[in-house]
């Protein structure tokens, strides 16, 4: 990244407003007048910072005929510009918003009274503002939107309600302090997860949206860029990727198998024999991997610095012994061994023959089954030891 002479040498601003740009140069000149005048009723000293992603339109002459300062972002994607932007800022506070005209860079003033009454986090919502006609695609408004930012809310507790709002304002150290680390558009979803799971302040204000002034397709593609956000989310929330997924699969699965045990069931005329039995017993198996699964990846991301401590992961970072772990998975092998010992002497004493496998697969199945879960619990035990002796970061 190289930055370019700016017009506006300004060391110490308070205000940044920050324009992610690939070839923007139909609105460009709009938003940056719109921003220099709503700044200046503020009345607080401001730079007009505009994060140029490989324009070839003449953006960055149109950028620096309007007196904003340019920054050549070489690595491409939404996220990569406005990366480099707040690493650039030379403002205390940054409100930030696409350069397509279609947000309300002419009222910056509800940003910046947000930032100075103590919020680090001040998040648009559209919804609430108002959507003019032909401003939002439907599958967007109605679906994409909605159900992502409900999923957000869901997995990790935040009150925001308009996820994917392009015009948000910020306390430049507190975001910096974050390390945001995505290049494409699921950046939005990754600075509120963060910013929630660092405990910032977030706060939420009406802001409006109308249709942009491009006259090119949006960067935007629909399902591609959704399930990058989904695909962020699920990956920061091991609980609902593993852990509860997991949970529900383990108590089914156990369940169905102490039901199936003892004898055949018939439900209305319908067999439920060792081949369900099996089933279930694999349910059990695959449940209690999912489950140790996101207790290991929730450790590990607290371990390495990704996720902040829980109490869960405090815990097993700092009191969790490894014979611990190896008695309980001890435990299950001797289960194990116990039921595959009782189905062997009942083969000796039929002399080796040939065995009803409804009988004795009834302690086949179980044994196999815990003599895994066993394993598994040994194993993991061995690598929660392993972190302990990684440098963990203290919950903020």
Not at 166 to 184: H, P
Not at 231 to 239: D, G, I, Q
């Amino acid at each position: 990244m190289t930055q370019s002479a700016s017009t506006a040498s300004i060391q110490n601003c308070e205000l940044s407003i920050l324009m992610p740009c690939l070839n923007e140069a139909a609105t460009l000149a709009t938003c940056i007048e719109k921003a220099k005048a709503s700044a200046s009723r503020i009345g607080v000293s401001f730079e007009i910072l505009v994060a140029d992603n490989g324009s070839t339109d003449g953006s960055l002459q149109i950028a620096t005929a309007a007196g904003a300062r340019v920054l050549h972002v070489s690595e491409r994607g939404y996220g990569s510009a406005l990366r480099a932007g707040i690493e650039g800022a030379r403002g205390r506070y940054i409100i930030m918003a696409d350069a397509d005209d279609s947000y309300a860079f002419d009222v910056l003033e509800p940003f910046y009274s947000a930032l100075e009454s103590g919020h680090d986090l001040v998040m648009g919502n559209r919804f609430r503002g108002g959507i003019a006609p032909g401003a939002m695609p439907p599958l967007h408004r109605y679906l994409g939107n909605p159900v992502l930012s409900f999923i957000g809310r869901l997995f990790f507790r935040i009150k925001v309600r308009d996820f994917h709002c392009g015009m948000r304002g910020f306390r430049t150290d507190a975001i910096r302090s974050l390390k945001l680390q995505t290049s494409g558009m699921e950046f939005a979803t990754e600075m509120v997860i963060k910013a929630a799971m660092a405990r910032l302040d977030i706060h939420e204000i009406p802001t409006t949206l109308k249709p942009d002034g491009r006259n090119r397709p949006p960067h935007l593609r629909s399902w591609r860029d959704g399930w990058r956000h989904l695909r962020f989310m699920l990956l920061f929330s091991p609980r609902w990727l593993f852990l509860y997924p997991g949970l529900v699969l383990f108590i089914l699965g156990t369940l169905g198998s102490l039901w199936l045990i003892p004898e055949m069931r018939v439900v209305k005329g319908i067999g439920f024999d060792i081949h369900t039995l099996l089933y279930t017993a694999a349910a059990s198996v695959v449940g209690m991997q999912m489950m140790l699964f996101g207790i290991l990846a929730r450790t590990t991301g607290s371990a390495l610095g990704l996720l902040p401590h829980s109490r869960l992961t405090e815990w097993l970072t700092r009191h969790f012994r490894l014979e611990l772990g190896l008695l309980a998975g001890g435990a299950l092998i001797l289960v194990a061994l116990a039921l595959a010992l009782q189905t062997l002497l009942g083969w000796e004493i039929g002399g080796f023959s040939a065995l009803d496998p409804r009988a004795t697969m009834r302690h086949a199945i179980p044994a196999a089954g815990l003599g895994i879960m066993g394993m598994e619990l040994v194993v993991a035990s061995f690598w929660i030891t392993f972190l302990q002796f990684t440098p963990t970061p203290r919950a903020h």
